[in-house]
């Protein structure tokens, strides 16, 4: 993980000491969950469209999903953050083929909308 010390990295610092005694207070947040939720595959998106994103189950553990990675397949995906529809020429991000576009947080989640020919997502919680 980048920035954190290891023992391998300096060991004898007192980070790389907090590591092997378990007292590092250090956590990912670059990372999805340990739990992957169900995902979309080669969903078609020629009209924009929110993710769907799934509910949080206790019957079947899964907590509240709060990592997307979105795939485009086929062709460019086009997205906007904030809600607005997306378009070819109007866009926030533009994805190419088989590019991925991770998106943490549920207010993220909601808010970005896509458009282009297909899309697979896989969702974290």
Known sequence: MSGVDSANQFPNSRMAGAVRAGQSR??????????QTPSQENVSI????????????????????????ITAIGGPL????DGSVPSAGSYAIALADGASLPVQGSNAMASIRVIGTNMSVSYWS
Request: hydrophobic share 45%.
């Open 46 to 69: 020629v009209a924009a469209s929110a993710l769907a994103v799934p509910p949080a189950n206790a019957a079947n553990g899964y907590r509240p999903t709060t990592y997307a990675i």
């Open 26 to 35: 250090f956590v990912s947040v670059d990372t999805p969950g340990t739990m």
């Open 78 to 81: 086009y997205a906007t953050y």
